[in-house]
């Protein structure tokens, strides 16, 4: 008993919830985990440089849209203002103001396929139109008005006004890309896809399209053919002309009110 008593006096025992801490020399990490992490913080580097590299770009891009929007709404009020200017001087003179043949032309299917001769099948795949209510610009020529009239009892036509290309457009417009129909979302798809004719934005495509610019084939080819929607409230006859009534053939400016139930 003396002797524990003495044990006691020279060590100390370890309280009531005392722990003991090893502490355990460090392992150096794999060399693959160093070249991953050193991996992972290089790449979210240059994603960070390249969110704010692409921030920048869709500025400038909207920046230059915004501009050319502009600078194409004052060619199209300043044509409209002397388009009345020579109307009122030829009214003045008691005369009557001849104006230009339209250039462009907006085409839609509104037949399907039955008792279609190869001839006319032919021309609608010349003018892509494979599916009823398949829409396409077209320009304006002698053989042009020779292939409508041969398909005349399968379409109708006319000539459209800047809002009904503008609601196409941006409505009912798709690239092509690839070989997919892929919907028109921004202006970088536009500049991707028609970056060596420098057209940008949606204003520019609607500009070529409208004035039959120097690009329009480029332009229109490089779109996928309109699908519009079967008119609102339906269709009149179209086995019928439209001058008696009926749906096809051409409607000159009138063709605006019936892709307006369309769009």
Not at 127 to 145: A, C, D, G, S, Y
Not at 166 to 189: E, F, H, P, S
């Amino acid at each position: 008993m003396v002797v524990f008593r003495d044990f006691l006096d020279t060590h100390s025992l370890p309280h009531a919830g005392y722990t003991e801490v090893f502490t355990m020399p460090a392992v150096p990490a794999p060399e693959s985990a160093i070249k991953r992490a050193a991996f992972k913080q290089q790449q979210t580097e240059s994603f960070k440089k390249a969110v704010v590299a692409n921030k920048a770009a869709k500025a400038a891009l909207k920046k230059i849209a915004y501009s050319r929007g502009r600078k194409y709404s004052r060619e199209y009020r300043g044509a409209e203002k002397k388009l009345v200017t020579l109307r009122r001087q030829a009214t003045s003179h008691g005369n009557y103001y001849l104006e230009a043949k339209p250039k462009v032309a907006v085409v839609t299917r509104i037949r399907g396929i039955a008792k279609v001769n190869p001839k006319q099948r032919k021309i609608l795949q010349l003018l892509r139109l494979r599916q009823i209510f398949n829409t396409v610009f077209v320009k304006m020529n002698k053989p042009m008005e020779n292939m409508l009239r041969a398909v005349e009892p399968y379409i109708a036509y006319g000539y459209p006004s800047l809002a009904t290309v503008r609601a196409m457009v941006y409505k009912r417009g798709y690239l092509k890309i690839n070989g997919q129909r892929v919907k028109i979302t921004d202006n970088q798809m536009i500049k991707d896809k028609y970056n060596n004719a420098d057209i940008v934005c949606a204003e520019d495509i609607v500009n070529q399209i409208y004035t039959c610019g120097k690009h329009f084939r480029t332009v229109t080819h490089g779109m996928w053919t309109f699908k519009l929607a079967p008119p609102a409230g339906g269709m009149r006859q179209k086995r019928r002309h439209f001058v008696e009534g009926g749906d096809f053939g051409n409607r000159d400016t009138l063709i605006n009110r019936f892709l307006a139930r369309m769009i």
